[in-house]
């Protein structure tokens, strides 16, 4: 089977995309914080189909970086 296959692959759990009503859910914040942070480019999301979606890598990505911008902060 080629790389170009028309065949349907279903993807892994890290490809996996969450809308943004999920990734607020999984922060513990609204949908509007959820927004401000893509809009500010704070977290990679990608519009499909005018919805954002979100990969399980850029949602990994934000929350170690911010841990890290935490774990700074308190040691100042």
Not at 3 to 19: A, G
């Amino acid at each position: 089977m080629s790389e170009n296959s028309s065949q349907s692959v279903k993807p892994t759990s890290s490809q996996r995309l969450i809308d943004l009503q999920q990734l607020a859910r999984r922060f513990g914040i609204c949908r509007d914080t959820a927004r401000m942070l893509v809009l500010s480019r704070q977290i990679t999301g990608h519009k499909i189909g005018g919805c954002w979606r979100f990969r399980q890598e850029d949602i990994d990505e934000y929350l170690a970086r911010h841990r890290q911008e935490a774990e700074y902060a308190s040691n100042r």
